[in-house]
């Protein structure tokens, strides 16, 4: 069944485009040759360059994906995945323990450290390749006069392991080195600002959906509107002050809104805030944004399915199998969205080069078994 969740904003706008370029190409014919056709000839003919446009916009969709293998090599130190997640602690943050899970801490505040490394800028530029040392960091937006609780954020954390146990062990089937750890520390705020909701329609594959208008914006400005509330000056000035104090090659931000909407990722190639990457995790998957009607679910393929945006994976799903290179893409691709189980999914040819993943002669020859 079709999910509501995650896409690749690149890859929606090339297609927008080529609709866009076809529906203006199909009216263009209409009009110049409707002194020859009859209706029903010309609405044909209108509809076939539609259709024409966008199968060509699918087709170089797939053709920049493949392009944007990049072999890159793993940072030094990169360890063979172990199928395991581990807590990795914030140097030097003050918290108070999670009621339900005292493992984990509410961010409180920073205290000096000596010899701590100054911080550095963000990086920028082209989305990082998914290998070496990845640590999660969670931010929780209370929204509706409704605060997350500490039973929902110690959830929230269990899927966290939930899906980073499954990209490790993805990551042992490709022989990719990866491994996952989840922040010790936390960030919370609420956050009851206007909550106007605009709607727009992008091209899915061959189909259109929803989509809140400006979704990248106000995720930005829900993120700089945190940092603020949390002590710092802005969200560039916040993630870099984190980043000096956790010990991994790249930090994932995962924002979860208390809050029923459409999941989205922010990767860094498209962000309008230097440097400020982020995957946007709502409590529940909504077509349109709205408040919550039933107790949050943090579903562990919502966090993947983000989490691999920002490492490059493009969307696979609105567009048939056959339009991607033979044994590249399988109906149980993450990207695909085609399962509701983690179980049921996994990581194809197709999306382990998108996220750097070095795939050996074999793997090239054939599609990874099934599970």
């Known amino acids: ?166 990209i490790e062990r993805e990551a042992i089937r490709w022989k990719a080195p990866v491994n996952l750890t989840l922040a010790d520390t936390y960030f919370v705020v609420d956050d009851e600002a206007s ?29 700089s509107r945190a940092a603020l509330r949390l002590g710092f000056r802005d969200a560039v000035d916040w993630m870099e002050q984190i980043r000096s104090r956790i010990d991994a090659d790249a930090l994932v931000w995962l924002l979860h809104p208390r809050r029923a909407g459409r999941s989205l990722a922010i990767p860094l190639d498209l962000t309008e805030l230097a440097g400020v990457s982020l995957a946007v995790c ?9 408040p919550l009607t039933r107790a949050p679910f943090t579903d562990p393929v919502t966090i993947v399915h983000e989490l691999l945006h920002l490492f490059g994976a493009m969307d696979k799903y609105g567009s048939p199998l056959r339009s991607y290179p033979p044994r590249s893409v399988s109906s149980r691709d993450i990207m695909r969205l085609n399962e509701f189980r983690l179980s049921r999914l996994r990581i194809d040819r197709q999306t382990a080069w998108e996220i750097g993943w070095e795939i050996g002669e074999e793997e090239r020859l054939a599609q990874p078994p099934e599970r």
């Open 1 to 166: 069944m079709k999910r509501t969740t995650g896409r690749t904003i690149t890859a929606m706008a090339i297609r927008r485009w080529f609709w866009l370029a076809g529906a203006l190409a199909g009216g263009s014919f209409a009009w110049i040759f409707r002194p020859y056709f009859s209706p029903g000839a010309l609405i044909l003919g209108g509809g076939a360059i539609l259709l024409f446009a966008a199968l060509v916009g699918d087709l170089f969709v797939v053709l920049m994906s493949m392009g944007s293998t990049r072999r890159a090599a793993p940072p030094p130190n990169a360890r063979p995945a172990d199928g395991r997640v581990d807590r990795l602690v914030m140097t030097g943050a003050i918290g108070e323990p999670n009621a339900r899970d005292p493992r984990f801490s509410a961010f409180r505040a920073l205290r000096p450290v000596e010899g701590l490394p100054a911080p550095v800028r963000l990086p920028s530029g082209a989305m990082p390749p998914l290998l070496g040392r990845i640590t999660l960091v969670s931010l929780f937006v209370g929204r509706d006069h409704h605060p997350w609780s500490d039973d929902e954020i110690a959830q929230a954390h269990a899927a966290l392991f939930r899906a980073g146990v499954w």
């Open 195 to 223: 909550t106007d909701v605009e709607m727009t329609f992008e091209p899915e594959g061959e189909s259109v959906g929803p989509l809140e208008a400006h979704a990248v914006t106000k995720a930005l400005i829900d993120t």
């Open 282 to 290: 709502y409590a529940r998957e909504s077509s349109f944004p709205e």
